[in-house]
Structure formats: structure tokens, C-alpha cells
């Protein structure tokens, strides 16, 4: 509840909005932010920008100011792997405190939103973030709110972290270049910048290159060359599209334990595949991969730097959202 007093009464009371200070020409901004508790040594400055009189809120029984209820949230849903600030205009933001895949809790971040005049905005889940990147904001809606509000958002958030984040694993990865045209140095490899760039990114290195032809044997002894010699995953480069000549896919069949899928719904990127031989990942890259920004390859990797290992209806559900 609000209420007008004069600014001579209102010493320990607690402001209901903002109060802006105006020098024409030299400021304009905030000189009291809203629940600012009125000091003696202010009423100068108030009465300095024309404020006699100021509304004061005055909290009820079981109410909470918008700060309060913010913090209280942020500490709820804030885990170690993360931080936040005092609250800014009744919002506090989540922040990573280190690189990783975010994971989401959606159906308990559903749950918090049904509770009326709260708000919890996310990013979304598989989402590969930096440290200082922003994962969430949060507040209550009204100036004041019901504290069982709060209490059942901090009663939810205990039932375990809504938000993590899963850290990236810095892998060993061997480039298998395919294409007698690479092979003979008629055109120029692409592939190989690319994909370092994009690895590097994460922490993982490139352990080496091997640029062979088009026969299928050579293509599956590249591979399994790399795993013997202590890589993490294997990428293959070229070679993915259905001319005769591209038999990158014949050849992952071939070294692979799992084939994931040969195709993605996913563009760009649809003709990428992803397989498995025992525990390490084998991913073909189709051309995009060099021309565009983000493609399949850009949601994908960073789920298999985390650690996760990929399904095929985890694939399949990438057609939802996979026009990039």
C-alpha cells in the first residue's frame, strides 16, 4: 500500500517509486530508486528536486518488497556454478560463473511461471554458455507481492538446480579430409580452419589431419587410425551428398558401432550424420559447415563436448525450431 506524506515525516519510511533528478542540459537519472528507506540526511535532496511530499510504501503482514522477493529468488535458483547482483529495478540476472551447457528443469520453470505475478525468463536448455553470460531473469510483477508467492518458488527450486551447467570436456580430435580433388591439390582444403576455429572455441585441440581420396577403405582406416592413436571423436569432412563420388557416409557406416542418423531436419545442415564406434563420436560434415555461421553441427557439438551422447529421437526433434 502507498501513501502521500511530507518529506519531513517520511524518515524511515520506504519509497514507493523512483525519483528522477533533472539538471537541464547536465543529468537526468535516478536520485532515490523505489524502497529506498528514507534517511534525515536525504530530505535536502529531495526537497532540492521539488519533492514535498512522496508516496511511502507500507508493507502488510506476510508482504514482500519487489527487492526482497527478488533476492530471495535469486538465492532459490542460484547454484554454485553461478552468481548474481543486487537487484536492478526489481530484476536480478543469473550469470555463469564458468563455460558449460546450460540445462534447463523446463517443466519446473513451467511450474514457477504458473505462479501468478512471477516471472522467470531463461535461456534455453543446451544453450552453450561463456563465463559472465546471462542465463536468467527474474522478479515478481507488482511492486509488492504475497510472499507465499515467493515461498512456493523457493519451495520448487529446492527440489534440486533448475538451472546447471554441464562443463565442456577439452577432446582430442582427429580431421578426416575426404575428396581426390583435396588429395591432389587441385582445390584448396576449407574444412580444416573451420572446424579448428569452432573446436577451439570449447577448449578441444585438433591432434591432426589426414586428407585421403574417395575409396571407402580409406576413408574407414583414417578413422579408425585416429581412435588408436588417442582421439576423442573424429570429424570427417566432405564427401556427404548423393553424387556417386561421395562415399564419406559409406565409410562411417562401415568404422562405426552406432549410426545415429544420415540426415538431420535440420537447415542448414540436413546432410550431416553422426555416429559412434564404442564411446567416440564420428560426425560427417556437409559443405555448409564452411559457408554458414550455424548449422546442425553448431547445435550438436556442444552437446558432445558435455559429455552427452545423442539419440536418434533427440535428432528427430531438432526438425521443431531447425530452420536456422
Not at 38 to 57: C, F, M, Q, S
Not at 113 to 129: F, G, H, Q
Not at 182 to 193: A, H
Not at 251 to 269: D, K, W
Request: charged share 30%; with cysteine; aromatic share 4%.
Amino acid at each position: 500500500m502507498k501513501k502521500e506524506v511530507r518529506v519531513e515525516d517520511a524518515i524511515g519510511m520506504r519509497l514507493a517509486h523512483d525519483l528522477t533528478r533533472i539538471v537541464p542540459g547536465e543529468f537526468k537519472g535516478r536520485a532515490f530508486r523505489k524502497g529506498h528507506v528514507i534517511r534525515e540526511e536525504d530530505i535536502p535532496a529531495l526537497l532540492n528536486i521539488g519533492k514535498e511530499h512522496i508516496y511511502i510504501l507500507e508493507l502488510s503482514a506476510g508482504e514482500l518488497h519487489e527487492d526482497e522477493a527478488a533476492m530471495r529468488m535469486g538465492r532459490a535458483l542460484c547454484s554454485d556454478q553461478m552468481r548474481f547482483e543486487e537487484p536492478h529495478e526489481g530484476k536480478v540476472v543469473l550469470q555463469a560463473e564458468r563455460p558449460g551447457l546450460l540445462k534447463v528443469d523446463e517443466e519446473r520453470l513451467f511450474a514457477i511461471n504458473m505462479i501468478d505475478e512471477i516471472a522467470v525468463v531463461s535461456r534455453k536448455t543446451d544453450t552453450p554458455l561463456q563465463a559472465g553470460d546471462k542465463i536468467a531473469g527474474l522478479r515478481a510483477i507488482p511492486l509488492t507481492i504475497a510472499e507465499a508467492k515467493v515461498a512456493e518458488v523457493e519451495r520448487i527450486a529446492s527440489e534440486g538446480d533448475l538451472f546447471a551447467i554441464k562443463p565442456f570436456r577439452r577432446l582430442q580430435v582427429g580431421v578426416v579430409t575426404t575428396g581426390s580433388e583435396v588429395l591432389t591439390g587441385r582445390i584448396e582444403d576449407k574444412f580444416g580452419p573451420r572446424v579448428r576455429e569452432k573446436l577451439e572455441r570449447f577448449g578441444s585441440q585438433v591432434i591432426g589431419q589426414q586428407i585421403v581420396g574417395d575409396r571407402v577403405e580409406d576413408i574407414e582406416n583414417a578413422i579408425i587410425s585416429f581412435q588408436e592413436s588417442g582421439a576423442d571423436m573424429v570429424l570427417c569432412t566432405g564427401g556427404m551428398s548423393v553424387d556417386p563420388d561421395d562415399r564419406t557416409p559409406g565409410a562411417i557406416r562401415r568404422a562405426a558401432t552406432e549410426v545415429v542418423s544420415y540426415g538431420m531436419p535440420v537447415l542448414p545442415g540436413s546432410m550431416m550424420m553422426l555416429a559412434y564406434r564404442g564411446e567416440m563420436p564420428i560426425f560427417g560434415l556437409p559443405g555448409c559447415v564452411i559457408f554458414d555461421e550455424f548449422t546442425s553441427f553448431d547445435i550438436l557439438l556442444p552437446r558432445v563436448l558435455a559429455g552427452e551422447r545423442v539419440t536418434r529421437s533427440e535428432v528427430a526433434r531438432l526438425g521443431h525450431g531447425g530452420l536456422l
